[in-house]
């Protein structure tokens, strides 16, 4: 397995096009493509934070009871589970 990491432009039409020489035999072959917008630099080089997302979206700031969240996925867990015996 051959990795590659290129930075790339996306035209104006919206489309990707790639040329990358791999210097592996022809043939068939999986490729693996991850498309990642660069986040603006801001003060120190530091990317700014992505968007919470997932379980903690919406989130206030709160502190978060990290047992009481364990706990509350444990049980929820436990319950899909008791569902498929």
Same mark, same amino acid.
Not at 61 to 75: C, R, S, T, V
């Given at each position: 397995m051959t990795t590659v990491k290129v930075n790339a432009e996306i035209g104006g039409d919206g489309k990707l096009r790639l040329e990358v020489p791999l210097g592996?035999?022809? #043939?068939?072959?999986?490729?693996?493509?991850?498309?990642?917008?660069?986040?603006?630099?801001? #003060?120190g080089g530091m990317a700014p934070a992505r968007a919470r997302s997932g379980i903690f979206a919406g989130n206030s700031?709160?502190?978060?009871?990290?047992?009481?969240?364990?706990?509350?996925?444990?049980?929820a867990w436990k319950s899909k589970l008791a569902d498929l015996k």
């Open positions: 592996l035999p022809a #043939g068939k072959a999986e490729v693996v493509l991850v498309v990642q917008p660069d986040a603006p630099e801001v #003060g700031g709160a502190p978060l009871d990290i047992d009481a969240a364990l706990d509350e996925m444990n049980n």
